[in-house]
Nanobody, 118 residues
Framework: EVQLMESGGGEVQSGGSLTLSCGASGFPFSRSTMSWVRQAPGKGLEWVSGVDRSGTTYYSDSVKGRFTISRDNAKNTLYLQLNSLKIEDTGMYYC????????????RGQGTQVTVSS
């Protein structure tokens, strides 16, 4: 069973930084494509960033240059470094297993809330 647990969210001012973590278990993490997706209040899920099993990283245009995704296969952990945060980055952030896009059938954690204030 895929199990994912996000942490590291919080409230920061615009321009601030956060680091999100996602602990994974129940599947071969090192061989899996992983992504971060988010959901802003009142909106649908949005794919943010992904990393494939070779370590190649991918970003949406809205976060490119500000966010950095990484993985530690020895620790079965996925990370997302969020820099230069904007108010529009506010939302619930989820890690997702298995796709470089929003995937409704893929494993996803419970999420961690990121709130950016002015």
């Amino acid at each position: 069973e895929v199990q994912l647990m996000e942490s590291g969210g919080g409230e920061v001012q615009s321009g601030g930084s956060l680091t999100l973590s996602c602990g994974a278990s129940g599947f071969p993490f090192s061989r899996s494509t992983m992504s971060w997706v988010r959901q802003a209040p009142g909106k649908g899920l949005e794919w943010v960033s992904g990393v494939d099993r070779s370590g190649t990283t991918y970003y949406s245009d809205s976060v490119k240059g500000r966010f950095t995704i990484s993985r530690d296969n020895a620790k079965n952990t996925l990370y997302l470094q969020l820099n230069s945060l904007k108010i529009e980055d506010t939302g619930m952030y989820y890690c997702q297993e298995g796709s470089l896009a929003v995937c409704t059938t893929c494993g996803r954690g419970q999420g961690t809330q990121v709130t950016v204030s002015s």
